[in-house]
């Protein structure tokens, strides 16, 4: 009996010890859901949009869409979330557009066709390509730009904005910290212990006196809200909230209070 008690304790150790080496090494898999490519031309997805490449400081040549505006009131760098690439944020990109304001659709690094593997460290390495281009080669002033982040995207644009602070910040379902979403979709795992990635969005957007928005959807099932909220109190942000929306909802993606959040931040 005993020898039979020690087998089986065995069996469930090894058992164990599979699942969590095997969620530690394909982690980045669960994290990362990237679509890649070919795109079609920047100017087919919107009228006057301009196909550039950004260049990161570890040597990548990413891929993104630009859509400047004549005389716009401020310029947007869009930080998408963890899944699609840039055709999807197509939609938005043409609510700013037509609101004033110029966009830029970033796409990180195996998003879209471009080359690389996603990690924190890339993708706020592909942010600052981003900012880079806009600043010194599509001449906008940093006081005119605005960072609008999406879920994951949120981390990326709030860790640029405690080095690069610009005119305002909005912020679509973001999380307090990754493992924080993680602890909560899988409250088995020490998520902590296990995540390489972080992404601390609560340190950095109080590490920033950058104005502010927060936006989210009163019934999104991926980022809870209660996060959502715990980010706007530590950056003292105002808060939009849209009832009933779900976290991939499409009113969430380009629906009237994401958009009117983002104009509301443009300079005067």
């Known amino acids: 009996m005993r020898r039979r008690v020690l087998l089986w304790l065995a069996v469930v150790v090894t058992i164990v010890a599979v699942v969590f080496g095997g969620l530690f090494a394909f982690q980045r898999k669960l994290i990362y859901l990237p679509e890649g490519g070919p795109l079609p031309p920047a100017a087919d997805a919107l009228p006057g949009g301009r196909d550039v490449t950004l260049h990161t400081s570890d040597g990548l040549r990413l891929g993104a869409w630009y859509f400047p505006v004549d005389d716009a009131r401020a310029t947007v760098l869009v930080a998408p979330g963890n899944a699609g690439n840039r055709a999807l944020r197509a939609p938005l990109a043409r609510a700013l557009t037509a609101r004033g304001l110029s966009v830029l659709l970033l796409d990180y690094r195996g998003y879209g066709g471009n080359p690389g593997s996603p990690t ?25 730009l605005l ?24 912020l679509r379902s973001p999380f307090t910290e990754l493992a924080a979403v993680a602890q909560r979709h899988y409250p088995f795992l020490p998520a902590r212990l296990l995540l390489w990635d972080r992404f601390p969005v609560v340190n950095h957007v109080s590490g920033t006196n950058t104005p502010t928005t927060v936006v989210y959807g009163t019934e999104d099932g991926i980022v809870p809200p209660e996060q959502s909220l715990a980010v706007a109190r530590a950056g003292n942000a105002r808060t939009v909230a849209v009832e009933g929306a779900g976290h991939n909802d499409a009113v969430l993606l380009d629906g009237t209070a994401f958009v009117d959040a983002i104009v509301d931040r443009a300079p005067r």
């Open 147 to 170: 960072y609008a982040g999406e879920s994951l995207g949120c981390a990326v644009v709030a860790e640029l904005a405690t080095h690069h602070p610009p005119a305002g910040l909005v």
């Open 120 to 144: 924190e460290e890339g993708l706020l390495r592909d942010v600052r390509a981003a900012r880079e281009f806009l600043v010194h080669r599509a001449g906008v002033p940093q006081r005119n």
